[in-house]
């Protein structure tokens, strides 16, 4: 792989540029595709867990929390406040969810009874306008996403199958909606499960009623007004999005229909197993939540601590970033969401501008210069992911992330065999060990920390995990990043690498 072609890589979670400014009617939206189409439609289970889709008529059984973990999650806190209250700052801080009613979202037109977002008045007001990017499907998982300027692009094939970019009559799309599965057969593009996400500007095809119906809603972009984005939701009953993570402070407010969120904290890495960093995939789970029942549940899952809610019109729930969410509408349904950047974004993203020391390397054979490459690097990588004497935490970053994002992609050789010859790696030892190189690894590891002790506690195995891979693709420039990382996290002759860190 060239160097290149992971530098568009420098993104964390699953941003690649940052939202830009919002203001009066012209609300822009943030700028890449593929961060909005993460949300917009992720909704699969890999095919790397063989996984089957449903290809059944929406039910009370489809519709109903699955047994094995739906009976087990608390219910997301809930506080009421009044129309004129400013609430953003004090939500944000809990760094939890929460939802929120009695805001000042039940004087939008959108929401009011007399005005509300029904398909039917849509229809009115988009007066047969096309409708474009429409995803539409025969059954309701839709994904997964597939971004293809991804590393991993030539190792995963796209295996999604629904319509993309689809483009009907406003009406139509509306009355597909409207109809539901069971009047399916009146759909003569026989995609009975369909499904948009639109910048607002664009929904409203640039006439402005779009923002004019949700006044006022300045108070959403506190956190970050200048890199914020305005986005309009529909979907049939029971569409499904997979359960996956977004990089942005998220105030989603549901205006018509209901939807049912399960909630999940970054710290459930471990058990959701997101897709690797460089992946088409990335940001989206594994794990297929839909799947589980009581009698295949897995011991991991039954460990798994998360939340549910149900949102009805007027209420506005608050997700922090990074937090996983399993969502599926319960009827047919109209959301609008306000996304804005966050500050742990910023700090995340210094991570990828800390320039790397240049070690210097002895007049070594040059079969060997291969070796010396690799362990420079992970000898830089280790410094900077230890926090004591014992490498305690510097082994459990690497692992963690090799084994929650690759464990159902590699089966790792878990042996030394990049460590076998001992002469060369004493000759490594002790040049490492000159003052020169320890002044530039320690200057190094303390920026490192320096940043990653600034991020939240639970949010630091996804963020520093993506940096992790993203300089393993570019340092030792290879698609191989699980099986390069391994020796660092498995082999027993690692604290011979950097004994001297």
Known sequence: MAGSGVARERRTATSEKKP???????????????????????????????????????????????????????????????????????????????????????????????????????????????IEGIYGNSYNYFGPYYDSTRPLVKESPRP??????????????????????????????????????????????????????????????????????????????????????DGYHNFYVQVYGRKRFWLFSPSQESLLHPYSYLHPCHAQCQVNLSQFSESNETSEIENIVGYETILEPGDVMYLPPLWFHHVQALSPSVSINVWTDTQQTEIAESLFSIPWPSITQPVIEK??????????????????????????????????????????????????????????????SKHMSQQENKKQVLQFSSAVQNVVEQLPKDTVALWFGNWIEYTAATKLNTLKVAQELAPLAFCPCRRKLYASC
């Open 20 to 130: 830009k400014k919002s203001t009066g009617s012209n609300i822009t939206t943030i700028s890449s595709s593929y961060s909005i189409s993460i949300s917009l439609i992720v909704a699969v289970a890999t095919i790397l867990l063989g996984w089957q889709q449903l290809k059944v008529p929406v039910s009370d059984s489809t519709l109903s929390p699955l047994p094995a973990i739906g009976h087990r999650l608390e219910q997301v806190p809930r506080i009421t406040v009044q129309k004129t209250e400013q609430f953003v700052d004090k939500v944000t801080k809990l760094g939890k969810p929460v939802v929120i009613t009695g805001s000042f979202v039940q004087d939008w037109s959108a929401i009011k009874a007399k005005s509300q977002w029904t398909p039917r008045r849509l229809k009115h007001k988009l007066k047969g306008k096309r």
């Open 367 to 428: 079969a060997k210069n291969e070796y010396w490459r690799k362990w420079v690097y992970l000898y830089l990588l280790g410094s900077a992911t230890k926090r004591d004497d014992t490498n305690k935490e510097q082994n459990f970053i690497v692992q963690n992330l090799l084994t929650s994002r690759y464990q159902y992609r590699y089966d790792f050789e878990r042996d030394c065999s990049l460590m076998d010859d001992f002469g060369l790696l004493d000759t490594f």
């Open 160 to 245: 999604n199958h629904y319509k993309t970019n689809h483009t009907l009559p406003s009406s139509e799309f509306l009355t597909i909606i409207e109809n539901e599965y069971r009047n399916s057969e009146k759909n003569d593009n026989k995609y009975p499960f369909v499904y948009l996400s639109t910048e607002i500007d664009k929904f409203d095809h640039g006439e402005g009623w779009g923002v004019k119906d949700m006044l006022p809603f300045e108070e959403f972009l506190r956190p970050m007004p200048e890199r914020s984005s305005i986005n309009v939701w529909l979907g049939s009953t029971g569409v499904l999005t997979h359960c996956h993570y």
